[in-house]
């Protein structure tokens, strides 16, 4: 009942507001406006020709015979936005703690993803590694102690503990238990970041070392019968790639000029 009485309050709030504003704006019917648009009765029936001036007919007043102002348009706007400020109930103050917007940045990472979560607290991955360990602990029941062959079960069973713990702390699968790559860019246990790094790294070296041995000698034989103490002096310093590249991108030496390009014209 008390929600519905300033919906009541609001409607009649409108329907005043309309009420000033089709008083304010709309021509009445017997202005020179209503006679301009009054039309025929029949469809196709011509309005009759204006007739010579009746000495009977009184002139209309002048405030019938002027047109719609622009300023009883703002008027009317006024008056409807007087009418919805008064009866508009002031705006509750915000709770900074129970309405600030929350961060869900936790949500766009892998560790929030549905179908995984750490193998050391899954089940399946547990019960794989329980199996292989019992099969190492009933090899060893077989064999005496200090024996060869006990002393490598005993290796092998204590580096099956050591790949336990470290495959616990990647994400594996809900549903099989199996440790999982990570792909999505992130600095995790399992992803692709510092093995891209390094294979990038790696390869760099490689192709760095061979271009350096190729501009010092410039010879084709030298390419079949390879210059072992060079090769090892460009290998050496190839690990800096990095910076050698970057000090020849500055220096405008990393691509050759186009002088020294030979072209073929035909």
Same mark, same amino acid.
């Given at each position: 009942?008390?929600?519905?009485?300033?919906?009541?309050?609001?409607?009649?709030?409108?329907?005043?507001?309309?009420?000033?504003?089709?008083?304010?704006?709309?021509?009445?019917?017997? #202005?020179?406006?209503?006679?301009?648009?009054?039309?025929?009765?029949?469809?196709?029936?011509?309005?009759?020709?204006?007739?010579?001036?009746?000495?009977?007919?009184?002139? !209309?007043?002048? +405030?019938? @015979?002027?047109?719609?102002?622009? !300023?009883?348009?703002?008027?009317?706007?006024? !008056?409807? #936005?007087?009418?919805?400020?008064?009866?508009?109930?002031?705006?509750?103050? !915000?709770?900074?703690?129970? %309405?600030?917007?929350?961060?869900?940045?936790?949500?766009?990472?892998?560790?929030?993803? &549905?179908?995984?979560?750490?193998?050391?607290? %899954?089940?399946? *991955?547990?019960?794989?590694?329980?199996?292989?360990?019992?099969?190492?602990?009933?090899?060893?029941?077989?064999?005496?102690?200090?024996?060869?062959? *006990? %002393?490598?079960?005993? &290796?092998?069973?204590?580096?099956? @503990?050591?790949?336990?713990?470290?495959?616990?702390?990647?994400?594996?699968?809900?549903?099989?238990?199996?440790?999982?790559?990570?792909?999505? #860019?992130?600095?995790?246990?399992?992803?692709?970041?510092?093995?891209?790094?390094?294979?990038?790294?790696?390869?760099?070296?490689?192709? +760095?070392?061979?271009?350096? *041995?190729?501009?010092?000698?410039?010879?084709?034989?030298?390419?079949?019968? $390879?210059?072992?103490?060079?090769?090892?002096?460009?290998?050496?310093?190839? =690990?800096?790639?990095?910076? *050698?590249?970057? @000090?020849?991108?500055? %220096?405008?030496?990393?691509?050759?000029?186009?002088?020294? $390009?030979?072209?073929?014209? =035909?």
């Amino acid at each position: 009942m008390a929600r519905a009485l300033p919906a009541a309050v609001a409607a009649c709030a409108v329907g005043a507001a309309l009420f000033a504003t089709a008083a304010f704006v709309l021509p009445t019917a017997s #202005g020179p406006l209503a006679a301009e648009t009054r039309l025929p009765r029949a469809r196709g029936q011509l309005p009759e020709a204006p007739g010579p001036a009746s000495p009977e007919a009184a002139p !209309l007043p002048a +405030w019938e @015979q002027q047109e719609p102002s622009p !300023l009883k348009w703002i008027g009317a706007g006024l !008056l409807a #936005g007087m009418v919805f400020a008064a009866l508009t109930p002031p705006a509750e103050a !915000l709770d900074r703690d129970s %309405n600030a917007v929350r961060p869900t940045l936790d949500k766009f990472t892998i560790k929030a993803a &549905k179908y995984l979560e750490l193998c050391k607290d %899954n089940k399946k *991955y547990a019960k794989k590694w329980k199996d292989k360990f019992f099969k190492v602990d009933s090899k060893l029941k077989k064999y005496p102690k200090d024996t060869a062959v *006990y %002393n490598r079960l005993l &290796k092998k069973k204590a580096g099956l @503990q050591r790949r336990k713990e470290a495959y616990g702390e990647r994400l594996c699968g809900k549903k099989d238990g199996v440790p999982r790559t990570i792909a999505t #860019g992130e600095f995790v246990r399992g992803g692709i970041i510092p093995s891209s790094l390094a294979f990038i790294y790696t390869t760099g070296w490689i192709g +760095w070392a061979g271009r350096s *041995y190729l501009r010092r000698t410039l010879d084709t034989k030298k390419e079949i019968m $390879i210059d072992v103490p060079l090769a090892l002096t460009c290998m050496a310093s190839g =690990f800096a790639w990095p910076v *050698y590249a970057w @000090q020849e991108i500055v %220096n405008g030496e990393m691509v050759a000029k186009d002088e020294d $390009i030979h072209r073929s014209f =035909f």
